[in-house]
């Protein structure tokens, strides 16, 4: 396929800039969408410094389950299809679970959960006509094991592996792969800033994140990487 699309949230800093400068760079034509424009156009203008098509920035608080549909009208209008959607953006707030407010909580389930039924939804519909296309998320090692501090988190990205897998299981009767990834922690501004966030000393790198990403998307489309787990090789290595 000539200039296959991929529609990437959360592509204003972190694993989705790497991601979206990954995709970029292989010839992808993208749509990169977060809140911040200026931080997108930024992303977009690497893209295009090392090669790459112009991409359509988009900016959408996922908040705002209006702001989902106007995106993936735009992503339609502008290109005519995705192939690739990257579910990427999140919240992280990590706090002993009686600081928890109830906004934070409402953040975080809105942004890692709602937001990818609903942005999923709307772009499977065309996948399924041309039967082919792969719907990435970007869970964490969070949505598989609970942590001090990590409730509500632990709880929308558990709440993502359950969506992926029965998804997995219904798209893949239409050649529609859905790849769900679970990194631990990746030196990017979400743990930088948090500090109950967990470190070891050698974190991962958000571009280690995308080039399994684009491994996974990459491999013969008769192969699904279901599920990837992501970790650094040796957290004591200094
Ligand atoms: N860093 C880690 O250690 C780690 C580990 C495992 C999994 N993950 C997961 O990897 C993904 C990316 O994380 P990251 O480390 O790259 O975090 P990050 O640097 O904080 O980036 C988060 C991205 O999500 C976007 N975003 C947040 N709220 C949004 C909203 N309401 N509407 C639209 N976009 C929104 C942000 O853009 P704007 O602020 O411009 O809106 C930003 O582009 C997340 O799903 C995270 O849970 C991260």
């Given at each position: 396929?000539?200039?296959?699309?991929?529609?990437?949230?959360?592509?204003?800093?972190?694993?989705?800039?790497?991601?979206a400068l990954?995709?970029?760079?292989?010839?992808?034509?993208?749509?990169?969408?977060?809140?911040?424009?200026?931080?997108?156009?930024?992303?977009?203008?690497?893209?295009?410094?090392?090669?790459?098509?112009?991409?359509?920035?988009?900016?959408?608080?996922?908040?705002?389950?209006?702001?989902?549909?106007?995106?993936?009208?735009?992503?339609?209008?502008?290109?005519?299809?995705?192939?690739?959607?990257?579910?990427?953006?999140?919240?992280?707030?990590?706090?002993?679970?009686?600081?928890?407010?109830?906004?934070?909580?409402?953040?975080?389930?809105?942004?890692?959960?709602?937001?990818?039924?609903?942005?999923?939804?709307?772009?499977?519909?065309?996948?399924?006509?041309?039967?082919?296309?792969?719907?990435?998320?970007?869970?964490?090692?969070?949505?598989?094991?609970?942590?001090?501090t990590g409730?509500?988190y632990a709880?929308?990205?558990?709440?993502?592996?359950?969506?992926?897998?029965?998804?997995?299981?219904?798209?893949?009767?239409?050649?529609?792969?859905?790849?769900?990834?679970?990194?631990?922690?990746?030196?990017?501004?979400?743990?930088?800033?948090?500090?109950?966030?967990?470190?070891?000393?050698?974190?991962?790198?958000?571009?280690?994140?995308?080039?399994?990403?684009?491994?996974?998307?990459?491999?013969?489309?008769?192969?699904?990487?279901?599920?990837?787990?992501?970790?650094?090789?040796?957290?004591?290595?200094?």
């Open positions: 396929m000539d200039h296959p699309v991929a529609l990437i949230t959360g592509a204003s800093r972190g694993i989705g800039r790497a991601l990954k995709f970029g760079a292989a010839g992808y034509r993208t749509v990169l969408t977060a809140r911040q424009q200026e931080a997108l156009q930024e992303t977009a203008t690497m893209i295009e410094k090392q090669g790459g098509h112009q991409p359509l920035t988009v900016a959408v608080d996922l908040m705002d389950m209006k702001q989902i549909e106007a995106l993936a009208r735009q992503a339609e209008d502008a290109f005519g299809r995705v192939d690739v959607l990257v579910n990427n953006a999140g919240v992280l707030h990590l706090k002993p679970f009686l600081e928890i407010t109830p906004d934070e909580l409402e953040e975080m389930l809105k942004v890692n959960i709602q937001a990818v039924f609903e942005l999923t939804r709307r772009v499977v519909p065309g996948m399924i006509e041309r039967r082919s296309g792969s719907i990435v998320n970007i869970a964490s090692l969070a949505g598989k094991h609970g942590f001090k409730t509500g709880a929308t990205k558990f709440a993502l592996r359950g969506f992926a897998q029965s998804l997995m299981l219904e798209l893949r009767e239409h050649d529609i792969r859905v790849i769900t990834v679970f990194p631990g922690s990746v030196h990017t501004r979400m743990i930088g800033r948090n500090p109950h966030a967990p470190r070891s000393e050698t974190m991962l790198q958000a571009e280690d994140v995308a080039h399994a990403v684009f491994a996974a998307v990459s491999v013969d489309s008769r192969a699904m990487m279901s599920e990837i787990d992501i970790r650094p090789s040796n957290p004591k290595r200094g």
